[in-house]
């Protein structure tokens, strides 16, 4: 098959997958769940049919084996995830497991074998929908995993613990799955951007250099609720007031800190009444930055803002960092050896920081980690509307498929000395 | 008594009203409830106390008699609502019923007949909460009852016309509650001011110019949701930055319409999730001035700069006007006497528009119109923490009195032409 075709299979198979869902009339695949169990079984197959050997590991991660040259030769992951969230588009992660099998199937094809052996991983769970706590299928495999979780419910009373069971995993045996760091090569992945710089600058693909670090926060102003009909505008102190003066400085505030992104997401005004003053908001803000000292910064700025617009209306101001990650930078070696493998298709090669988390992230914990964005229409993604080109599809597969090439062949002449 | 003690008593009524409650730890009184019914007839008994004879509507206004010197004369009516919200304050609507019962319990102590009868009316709905639709009992009286309420059903599925008949009522006999504005000289209510003007300006009593005008506005502002990590700032359309641009003008805007109030109270941002750039914000504007072009002027003003905001930002805009009412002014001659009337007691009397709709607005309707407002602490109100001071009540009770000697010392020499 050209790669074209490859495309095109990959693009087939996407849909066959976007079909597998727990609820009938929109795509939502949870962690452990039948539609899980199907889809899993459904990507196993086509693992087999690009030669690799299949298995599911103890959280129920599916994970083909595509054999190195040596049989004592390290691993190569790729891989995304296989979960959706609710009302999911088809691409956000899928793509990436299903482009990574078409690549091996490509080498299987042409009956290539690499220096190292590959193996392609569908994650459990990414976006953890189900038990609100997320890469659980990555945690497995990096040792990050908290047993604790395990006593998690899901809305409906199941324990993670028997959910993993009934998927046909094994709870207790989860610290089986973590991987030696000093047995792997690293991890890539290919993922839809998730935004719309790809496509603002005419390209198919691009490069990732980091996994931008990011904070919450959550800011509570208090006022004092009142009378909208009776409380004269000088005798007021509306917290609604105060939060929106603090929403427009942190869109302003982002302009002095090139790269930041900062969010106000969810916002809540009590009592809540028409006729009644907002005595009361609260606010998230999502502060994203692949510096972490400059994100940093400017969360100090913007604390520094909200407590002065606050105190200049009499209003109080709390404000809590209630998460936290620091940055991910991806590997040099492998980025450069990605945008080697990009220049044989492009002219121009874009790179760019992921404002989103990913798998990536986790394996970057314990391996090299890199990353091929693919474009995706109008940055759309977590939606329906989510739209990739098939013809981007092929591109990302060239230059993943280029890309093991060249880090096969810059292995070639030290296999030995690398593989000891 | 004095009106010390008539303040007192009026004090302590209060305190047993609020005693008087559907729910075990906080004060709720819904139209047509046990409580209602409770209350009704306790107000009853005093009102009985002060020489009325008493009866009830068919929609449960408690209505007490206190005759004219003159079987034929005509009828003064005051009073205000005997229901609550929820988790309600003691003094919004029972202060001007119990304080008019203690003004004519002084006629009756010193035997004062005045040449028109007084009638004071505890209404059995103003505040709407039951049936989600306000001034059920004071539009018995002005004939403006919509017969289709009767159709509503409460939040346990009673219809309106059930609760009526239960609490004793007669939904079929509403018609006749109607008064005929011929045989009406006006209605005056004692209210809670539910602002902090009197209080600030160290007045215990004020008489209210007018009811002011009110129109609610639901805006909608609709951009783009997107990936809050993955969206440079430069590529957004965020919904609620531009909201936020428009809640802060809206303050601004207000300083060039004097007396004008303007209020967001409710804001809905969606989707609502801390991770995704809010595509749509739904607000309420709440506008209310005591001059109607006033009020329509700033409305078309703050539309203006709703739509420019957007339009900016390229985001859509929805205006719509979903409630409306006129501003209604208080008579000017019963406004002029209850000022008279406070000037006996105070060296200087303060005049204010009520930004709160009230029964008055209502009665207003058919007949000429005042009402005196009683400063409350901080301003609060629809709240446990309402609170209104013995000494202001004292205060209120003199004017009240002083105003209703001074009514019948106008009408006197004329008794003879106006009753005709």
Redesign the interface.
């Known amino acids: 098959m050209s790669t074209i075709d490859l495309a095109q299979t990959v693009m087939e198979r996407i849909e066959a997958l976007a079909r597998i869902s727990e609820e009938p009339d929109r795509l939502t695949r949870t962690f452990g769940s039948p539609a899980m169990r199907q889809a899993n079984d459904l990507v196993a197959t086509w693992m087999r049919e690009a030669g690799m050997t299949v298995s599911e590991d103890a959280i129920g991660n599916v994970i083909g084996r595509y054999p190195g040259r040596e049989e004592s030769g390290k691993t190569f992951l790729l891989g995304s995830h296989l979960d959706t969230v609710r009302d999911a588009g088809k691409y956000d992660g899928p793509l990436g497991v299903i482009a990574a099998i078409a690549c091996v199937q490509q080498l299987h094809q042409s009956q290539t074998l690499l220096p190292f052996a590959i193996e392609v991983i569908g994650f459990a769970d990414e976006e953890g929908v189900r038990y609100q706590t997320t890469y659980l299928g990555s945690k497995v495999l990096t040792g990050r995993f908290n047993e604790q979780d395990l006593k998690r419910f899901d809305s409906r009373g199941i324990s993670m613990a028997d959910a993993i069971r009934t998927f046909g995993g094994n709870p207790d045996k989860l610290k089986e799955g973590r991987r030696d760091p000093q047995q792997l090569l690293g991890y890539t992945e290919i993922h839809i951007?998730?935004?719309?710089?790809l496509e603002?600058k005419y390209q198919p693909v691009g490069v990732v250099t980091a996994i931008?670090g990011?904070m919450?926060v959550r800011a509570r102003f208090t006022g004092q609720?009142?009378?909208?009909?009776?409380?004269?505008?000088g005798?007021r102190r509306?917290a609604?007031?105060a939060?929106?003066?603090f929403?427009?400085a942190?869109?302003v505030s982002?302009n002095d800190f090139p790269g930041?992104?900062?969010?106000?997401?969810?916002?809540e005004?009590l009592p809540?009444?028409?006729?009644?003053?907002?005595g009361e908001v609260i606010l998230?803000v999502?502060i994203?930055h692949h510096v972490d000292a400059t994100r940093t910064s400017a969360c100090a700025r913007l604390n520094e803002v909200a407590h002065r617009t606050a105190e200049k209306r009499g209003i109080a101001l709390d404000w809590e960092i209630v998460h936290e990650a620091q940055s991910v930078p991806c590997s040099h070696e492998l980025t450069a050896l990605l945008s080697k493998a990009a220049k044989r298709h492009l002219v121009e090669v874009t790179e760019l920081a992921?404002?989103?988390?990913h798998d990536a992230a986790m394996l970057g914990e314990i391996t090299p980690m890199a990353m091929l964005f693919v474009r995706c229409e109008g940055?759309?993604?977590?939606?329906p509307a989510e739209a990739v080109m098939t013809d981007d599809v092929r591109v990302a597969i060239a230059v993943m498929g280029d890309y093991l090439l060249l880090l096969g062949n810059q292995l070639n002449p030290l296999s030995g000395k690398k593989h000891a």
């Open positions: 951007e998730q935004g719309p710089v603002k931008s990011q919450r609720a009142g009378h909208a009909g009776t409380t004269p505008m005798l509306d609604l007031v939060a929106a003066h929403i427009t942190v869109e982002t930041l992104i900062a969010t106000v997401g969810q916002i005004a809540g009444a028409s006729n009644v003053i907002p998230t999502d994203r992921s404002g989103a988390g940055g759309i993604s977590h939606n």
